[in-house]
């Protein structure tokens, strides 16, 4: 069955870097798009970053363009959210999602349980 | 301020029915992008209720519905369940900011 793991989440100064990770198990990342999305203390969902199934393409919430960068590692069936310059409005809680693939329909079929991270000094 | 706008909170009693509207404009649910609704418990992975507008993914039952209309869709749940009782999103994709949108939540109280 589809599992998503995440991890990686932690306390950090402003102006830090932390790397998360997320663990796919069930299907290949090779086959489906994979997105990050966070939900800040007391607030609703926020998108935040977009990987192609075949990586090429990546896209990100204008928060964090040129901050963060999103990638995979195929062999390890792992999607990762570099967060460079953290900010203290970037503490929330990280998921990573599914785009899966129903009927032509993309929704976020699946996702994490979550990663915290808390930019404090 | 998010892109589409949710009641903040709706309640009802149990065995009652009530609609949780989300609310676009021309760039994103009026554009034809699909609404995706979504449930969400604190400290949970949230869980995909309705995808493509109207439809129910397996095992979701068939008390939750959802609807689309120019710029708004809305999720009307009936029989409501104490197990009900969670945060509603609604999402789709908006051309003009070339990513994916959500509501700002609805929470939703069983009496």
């Known amino acids: 069955q589809v599992q998503l793991v995440e991890s990686g989440g932690g306390v950090v100064l402003p102006g830090r870097s932390l790397r998360l990770s997320c663990a796919a198990s069930?299907?290949?990342?090779?086959?489906?798009?994979m997105h990050w999305v966070r939900q800040a203390p007391g607030k609703g969902l926020e998108w935040v970053a977009f990987i192609s199934y075949d990586g090429h393409n990546k896209y990100y919430a204008d928060s964090v363009k040129g901050r963060f960068t999103i990638s995979r590692d195929t062999s390890k069936n792992t999607l990762y959210l570099q967060m460079d310059s953290l900010r203290s409005d970037d503490t929330a809680i990280y998921y990573c999602a599914r785009e899966g693939k129903i009927r032509g329909i993309y929704p976020f079929d699946f996702w994490g349980q979550g990663t915290l991270v808390t930019v404090s000094s | 301020q998010s892109v589409l706008t949710q009641p903040p909170s709706v309640s009802g009693a149990p065995g009652q029915r009530v609609t949780i509207s989300c609310t676009g404009s021309s760039s994103n649910i009026g554009a034809g992008h699909d609404v995706h609704w979504y449930q969400h418990l604190p400290g949970t992975a949230p869980k995909l209720l309705i995808y493509g507008n109207i439809n129910r993914p397996s095992g979701v039952p068939d008390r939750f519905s959802g609807s689309k209309s120019g710029t708004s869709a809305s999720l009307t749940i009936t029989g409501l369940q104490a197990e009900d009782e969670a945060d509603y999103y609604c999402q789709s994709y908006d051309t003009s900011l070339s990513g994916w949108v959500f509501g700002g939540g609805t929470k939703l109280t069983v009496l």
């Open positions: 069930g299907f290949s990342l090779t086959t489906l798009a």
